[in-house]
């Protein structure tokens, strides 16, 4: 099979194709032929070794896949050879075959073609666990997404609406900010041309419910004030590449909630509601992701350096079948 490999941490320059043998599955876990794949900014981290947890090179990248299941290991209740689903883990989806244990996949609903499949996981669990179960939002709040065009920030942009909450979106290009409306935000801003601080004063003038940051750097701290008395702050991630200094006055002067979001830490009964709710969004699709950019599996590098340099909008996919 041909595979995506990193022979040596760098930039996604450093990779290149290869052919390896077809894995093999093991107790508990499933072979997949992969039909697509979802480039996103902590692959290029753990291709740069400066990911929070580090793969010794050399390695396969990729983090979300769609496919159907070609082999089965022993232990696999629930899924039979055929089967088409989706799955993440850590790396090794930048490849025509995968093997994943069992408890990583999800049948992909009827209707739902693998692109859509392969960029719905993380982007999109990630957005609506923190939307529900970490910003507590609901109809009638305010919502400021920071980085609004990219993979969460659009996902939260989408699913945001589907919960009756108004959207502020943050982006750095009109054409971010043009896909943000398209999705529902009622108010734009666009970080590179404007005053973020006096733009979200004039959009939330009594304070947003919630904020919802991927993207860290300097829009933290305008985007903390703009928070509404007792507000929830929600940490993602960090894509600017740059943790946030915050002063801790503003939390004290407002009663303000700074949070962070991490799987582990919602519920085990709210997050299988969460998870039952977004694959019905999904299934009706009344949520699709936004794919801005599809790449051949030839050309993973580039798609890695545009999800890199924040070019990218809403999601970008590797076709396995071009």
């Given amino acids: 099979m041909r595979a995506v490999v990193c022979p040596e941490y760098g930039s996604p320059e450093v990779l290149r194709i290869e052919r390896r043998p077809l894995p093999r599955p093991g107790p ?7 039909r697509a794949a979802a480039a996103n900014f902590p692959d290029v981290l753990l291709i740069a070794g400066r990911y929070q947890i580090t793969v010794p090179p050399p390695f396969v990248p990729g983090s979300e896949f769609a496919g159907r299941i070609t082999e089965l290991g022993p232990d696999c209740p629930g899924f039979a050879l055929g089967d088409r689903v989706s799955g993440t883990g850590l790396y090794g989806a930048f490849a025509e075959e995968i093997v994943a244990p069992a408890t990583n ?3 992909i609903p009827p209707g739902v073609d693998d692109r859509t499949a ?6 999109y669990r990630t957005a609506y666990h923190a939307l529900r179960s970490v910003a507590r939002v609901g109809p009638g709040d305010t919502a400021v997404v920071l980085g ?7 996902a939260a942009v989408q699913l945001a609406g589907a919960l009756g909450v108004e959207v502020v979106a943050i982006a750095s290009s009109p054409e971010k900010l043009s896909a943000a409306r398209s999705y529902g935000a009622r108010y734009l801003i666009d970080h590179r041309e404007s005053d973020v601080r006096a733009a979200l004063r004039a959009a939330v003038p009594e304070g947003a419910a919630a904020v919802l940051d991927p993207v860290g750097g300097d829009l933290s701290e305008p985007a903390l004030r703009a928070l509404g008395r007792g507000g929830r702050f929600v940490t993602i991630g960090y894509a600017s590449g740059t943790v946030p200094r915050i002063p801790l006055n503003l939390v004290l002067v ?3 909630q700074i949070v962070g979001f991490q799987f582990r830490d919602i519920d085990p009964d ?3 509601r969460n998870e039952r709710e977004l694959a019905d969004l999904l299934a009706d699709g009344r949520v699709a992701p936004h794919i801005g950019a599809t790449f051949p599996l030839a050309d993973t590098a580039r798609a890695l350096e545009r999800v890199a340099a924040g070019r990218a909008v809403g999601k970008v996919v590797i076709d396995m079948t071009a």
Wanted: proline letters at 3%.
């Fill in 254 to 256: 407002k009663g303000l």
């Fill in 105 to 107: 996949l999800a049948p």
């Fill in 28 to 34: 508990g876990q499933a072979r997949i032929r992969v």
């Fill in 270 to 272: 709210e997050f299988d």
């Fill in 148 to 154: 609004a065009g990219g993979g969460v920030g659009l």
């Fill in 118 to 123: 392969a960029a719905f996981g993380v982007a």
